[in-house]
């Protein structure tokens, strides 16, 4: 995996970050690697998804053990989760607030000739009104949360989607992301990367000055696990396992470290919805 992420020039610390995985050879992953380097050389962070490869992705969403119908991939980025996806599921739907991010997703389907996933440009829901007439067993919400400061709404929109007894996979960074950012932009002057640490430390700050209650919504970038796992609760939505604290299998192998410097990083929770949200 390492030799080939420097081939395309992925920072050095996402490489670290995904040295658990060895480097898809399929020839799946190369068209999609070869579409990216055309369509969107500079986004090391999807090179670095689909470079992991297919297989995984099946393998992850096969064990999530849910109705095979319709599957939401919520922030679907290029498309590695929802193409992947196709292969189990009956139908998918991709969404992406990013079109550059949508348009080479469709292209990968394409040549992959995909046929039963579709790929929606939006950033809510509820641009999506014929979504709620669909059998969705499964959402997909892969680390979109933390970055959006309505992440509250986005999950509730996303539990009224999903129909009773489906389940949710979501993944969010906790703290240690904080660290992450400013070391991986001072390690190549990356601005960008350190202007994104500025914003999280200062809305941070801020809504820690004024005291809000909600200590979900308060973070920006990152998400405390205590009182998000709250929020599930309170939304109906019980946790099936927990990548911290829960024996979920040695087959199991998290897409990133679940901690970083010794702070907690990386963490994943499946959930299942029990009853109207």
């Not at 070869?34 to 490869?53: H, K, T």
């Not at 959006?148 to 969010?172: H, P, V, Y």
């Not at 308060?218 to 024996?247: A, H």
């Amino acid at each position: 995996m390492h030799n080939k992420l420097v081939e395309f020039n992925v920072h050095p610390l996402l490489r670290k970050l995904l040295a658990h995985h060895e480097f898809s050879q399929s020839e799946e992953t190369h068209i999609a690697l070869e579409v990216l380097r055309q369509r969107l050389p500079q986004d090391e962070f999807s090179i670095s998804q689909w470079a992991v490869g297919l297989d995984y992705y099946r393998e992850r969403i096969a064990a999530l053990n849910v109705a095979p119908k319709v599957c939401v991939d919520y922030g679907c980025g290029c498309g590695n989760w929802s193409i992947a996806a196709a292969r189990i599921f009956d139908e998918v739907i991709g969404i992406d607030k990013n079109v550059e991010r949508i348009v080479i997703a469709q292209e990968i389907a394409q040549r992959l000739n995909i046929h039963n996933v579709t790929f929606l440009h939006g950033n809510s829901i509820r641009m999506f009104p014929q979504l709620e007439k669909l059998s969705v067993s499964c959402v997909l919400a892969f680390n979109v949360l933390p970055f959006s400061l309505e992440r509250l709404k986005i999950l509730d929109s996303l539990c009224t989607l999903l129909k009773n007894n489906g389940r949710m996979l979501i993944s969010f960074n906790e703290v240690g992301v904080l660290p992450y950012y400013f070391l991986s932009g001072l390690y190549s002057l990356d601005l960008n990367r350190l202007k994104e640490f500025a914003l999280m430390i200062g809305y941070n700050f801020f809504h820690f000055m004024v005291r809000r209650t909600n200590q979900c919504e308060k973070t920006y970038g990152w998400i405390n696990t205590n009182s998000f796992m709250q929020i599930l609760r309170e939304r109906k939505l019980i946790p099936v396992w927990c990548n911290w604290d829960s024996d979920i299998g040695e087959s199991y192998k998290p897409l990133f470290p679940l901690r970083y410097l010794g702070f907690p990083f990386f963490q994943e929770v499946l959930v299942e919805k029990r009853k109207s949200c």
